[in-house]
């Protein structure tokens, strides 16, 4: 398979909502328990994002450098064998050139001292990112003015930023629209929100949509991870 086609074939695509959005700056949540496929998620998403030549930036949140990498390259390296990828070494190296990596300690990490990083970054001609992923935040030790300052971030610098929660699926922990603690009330920031839900007799793991467009939506009920390699999939029964 050639890199167009893997991009054109690549049904994670809808899931960011890119083919109905009328601005590109959007905030999208992954939720799930310890251990569901939140990362996985994150890093397909940003892959993406890469395959059509676009720059990201990772934000890892208590997750070391080489940890994170190494996501990258074993959800590439899936990929590429799944499809049969024409060129992939090259591929990989090339699109790999418009990703930064930015660790944070969780007891350092804020939301003014990332945007510090990224106008530094930006003003230097480092990079100039049309998505981020934020992968540990903390979302139940922030409070909604962090979020709305992530929110402004994302129109000021025409971005798409995707996060991921762990979360807590008790029903009295929930919102009216099914969003679990600790992010319930505060959806109404996000343009998509997915829950990640191991389901019985099901060989995969469901992509619940909680918010999104009619198109996503429907992306969701047809998008599953494989348990094992943490990949999207389409035939899961």
């Not at 001292?113 to 106008?119: S, Y």
């Not at 409070?143 to 798409?160: C, T």
């Amino acid at each position: 398979m050639k890199k167009q086609d893997l991009i054109e074939k690549n049904p994670i695509r809808h899931l960011k909502g890119e083919s109905d959005a009328k601005e590109s700056s959007r905030m999208g949540l992954v939720m799930a328990r310890p251990g569901v496929g939140k990362t996985a998620l994150l890093v397909q998403i940003a892959l993406d994002s890469l395959l059509n030549d676009k720059q990201v930036v990772h934000v890892s949140v208590g997750q070391s450098l080489d940890k994170t990498k190494l996501w990258y390259d074993d959800m590439f390296k899936d990929i590429a064998e799944g499809c049969k990828l024409d060129k992939a070494g090259e591929i990989h190296d090339a699109i790999m050139r418009n990703r930064m990596i930015i660790t944070f300690n969780e007891s350092t990490f804020n939301q003014a001292k990332l945007e510090e990083r990224l106008h530094d970054l930006v003003q230097q001609n480092v990079i100039k990112p049309s998505c981020m992923v934020v992968d540990g935040f903390d979302f139940a030790r922030t409070d909604r003015a962090a979020l709305e300052g992530m929110r402004g971030l994302a129109s000021a610098m025409d971005l798409q930023i995707w996060f991921s929660a762990v979360c807590n699926e008790s029903a009295d922990q929930q919102s009216a629209a099914g969003v679990p603690a600790p992010c319930k009330g505060v959806e109404d920031l996000f343009n998509t929100v997915v829950l990640l839900q191991p389901v019985s007799q099901s060989d995969c793991i469901d992509l619940r949509i909680l918010k999104g467009s009619a198109a996503v939506s429907k992306c969701g009920k047809l998008l599953k991870l494989d348990p094992m390699t943490f990949m999207i999939r389409e035939d899961c029964k």
